[in-house]
């Protein structure tokens, strides 16, 4: 998902996959908060690095 600044002011909140404008929110807390909203369910979160990585975070999960 994006944020981009409007030029009017507040911001419009756009899912990438399929271009659908999820909102045009006043404040930057607004649209961390719609994206927040319109994460997939189950999705965790963020890690620093690659696809790869992720796979071996699961692995480490599964050991547990």
Do not use: H, K, W, Y
Request: hydrophobic content about 40%; aromatic content about 2%.
């Amino acid at each position: 998902m994006a944020r981009e600044p409007n030029a009017g002011g507040g911001f419009m909140v756009i899912r990438q996959s399929d271009g659908t404008v999820l909102g045009e929110p006043e404040t930057v807390e607004e649209a961390v908060a719609l994206i927040v909203a319109n994460l997939p369910e189950g999705c965790g979160p963020a890690i620093d690095g690659t696809a790869d990585n992720l796979r071996s975070c699961a692995e480490l999960d599964r050991e547990t």
